[in-house]
């Protein structure tokens, strides 16, 4: 019986996440007034809600353990307080974001529960914590217009981060990218690709030549060298395509983007002649079935969890994808795709792009050509996270060990991201309040700009 409702309610979370997906882009259509989109934001918040009380009620039925009501209940109230709290601090925020930010946690916190519940309850305690800090960042965003000319202290903060795991990091799955004090394990490169975005966009916001473009690509290459020598491959080809797209739509030269992709393509190749652990992932990647006993077990696991589930899914608790190593954080859309089925799978994948386009219209609006980038710069860095997790799992690209936003577990990873979405929130409000009146200090702001465009 238990089986057939766990089955059963796979039905009901495809239609919601379809509707929820749906919803993602009628938002933005030019003819939908302020009332209707306060439905459709009304009608996600209902839809998530349900999904999580239905997916934890599966839990409870399944594993008999009160602890998971308790987990239910703390999320629950979380997430409404954090609706609330958005709402009624920031009124011109971004609902939608908000209600993005809620409903991908609560897929993880469902998925972590399943998987292993001591790791739910502790990416719980960090996602509240990290939340409750990432609440002043849009208040900072819009106040504090001094961020342009820190241009070259995130640049040196941000290279000692990444570097200092060569004096007191730890290796874990193969990288030595970790650091650890006592319960807590940091990485580094999560955080620095937030000062990484902000170093570019200050270097580059003045109408770059030539040599500033020099001068950022030096510093920005030694940034990835140091995580190609970390052997984080999927850190270093992120921050490689992030700094590719951002000289892009800084300088509006074709010549950059295309130069960019052939050194990247040079780089691959001497990466695969240098280093023993490329070769292995690339031949994984192109036979994983010649391999399937040691370096292609993953891969393999992968493809066949997803293929298990179908379209419909197995239902929540009926797959089985602890076989697959590393699951709770590298795989967990493999984990997903297997008990919640393809077609929630795909809607997941059409949220990812609907706060993707969010993003670059909130880059499209915004007027300050230093925040144009940034907001540029993290939408790049999100939506190419999510293509390199979910182009791993389903051996699209070589698989590059890279979190899935929001949803897979590590704390790094969930409170890195928490801090983008604030980041974004206040790039959104300062859009917002552009478009009504001029908010204070864009003046100076402006100044600020204009004169240093004239000494560029």
């Known amino acids: 019986m238990l089986n057939l409702i766990s089955t059963g309610s796979n039905y009901v979370f495809v239609i919601c996440s379809v509707i929820y997906a749906i919803s993602c882009f009628t938002v933005f259509l030019p003819t939908s007034s302020d009332k ?18 239905i997916c934890y009620g599966v839990l409870f039925c399944k594993l008999l353990d009160w602890r998971v009501l308790v987990l239910y209940v703390c999320q629950a109230v979380f997430f409404k307080l954090l609706i609330f709290i958005y709402q009624h601090i920031y009124p011109d925020c971004s609902r939608i974001m908000v209600n993005h930010t809620c409903f991908l946690l609560i897929i993880g916190f469902i998925m972590l529960t399943r998987l292993n519940f001591e790791s739910a309850v502790k990416q719980t305690f960090i996602v509240i914590v990290a939340s409750m800090v990432v609440l ?12 342009m000319r820190l241009r070259w202290l995130y640049g040196v903060i941000g290279f000692l981060a990444l570097a200092s795991v060569f004096v007191i990091g730890s290796t874990k799955n193969g990288s030595t990218n970790w650091i650890v004090f006592g319960p807590i394990a940091l990485q580094p490169s999560e955080f620095v690709k937030i000062s990484f975005v902000f170093f570019i966009a200050a ?16 510093f920005s290459a030694c940034h990835v060298m140091v995580l190609i020598l970390e052997r984080d491959l999927g850190g270093a080809l992120l921050y490689f395509t992030v700094f590719i797209f951002m000289v892009f739509v800084a300088t509006s030269r074709s010549i950059y983007l295309f130069g960019g992709v052939g050194a990247g393509a040079l780089a691959g ?51 089985r994808p602890t076989d697959i190593p590393v699951v709770e954080s590298d795989f967990i859309f493999s984990a997903i795709a297997e008990e919640f089925g393809i077609f929630f799978a795909l809607c997941l994948i059409l949220i990812y792009l609907g706060i993707f386009v969010h993003f670059l219209t909130i880059a499209l609006d915004v007027e300050g050509r230093f925040y144009k980038l940034v907001a540029y710069g993290f939408s790049i860095t999100f939506i190419f996270q999510v293509f390199l997790t979910i182009g791993g799992v389903t051996k699209f690209i070589p698989s590059t060990g890279v979190t899935l936003p929001l949803i897979s577990y590590g704390g790094s990873s969930v409170a890195s991201t928490l801090i983008i979405f604030a980041i974004m929130q206040g790039i959104f409000i300062i859009a917002y309040k552009e478009d009504e009146e001029e908010p204070e200090g864009e003046e100076e702001y402006a100044y600020e700009e204009n004169a240093e465009d004239g000494q560029a």
């Open 136 to 147: 002043v960042i849009p208040f900072i965003m819009e106040k504090a217009y001094w961020l």
């Open 36 to 53: 209707t989109q306060a439905r459709r934001m009304d009608l996600q918040e209902i839809f998530m809600f349900v999904f999580q009380f």
């Open 269 to 319: 190749m001497l990466a695969y002649k240098l280093f023993s652990h490329v070769r292995v992932r690339f031949t994984v990647w192109k036979d994983p079935w010649a391999h399937i006993s040691d370096t292609g077990y993953q891969i393999t696991q992968s493809l066949f969890a997803i293929g298990t589930g179908g379209w419909f899914g197995l239902g929540l608790t009926q797959g």
């Open 203 to 218: 270097m580059l916001y003045r109408r770059p030549d030539f040599k500033g473009i020099m001068i950022t690509s030096i």
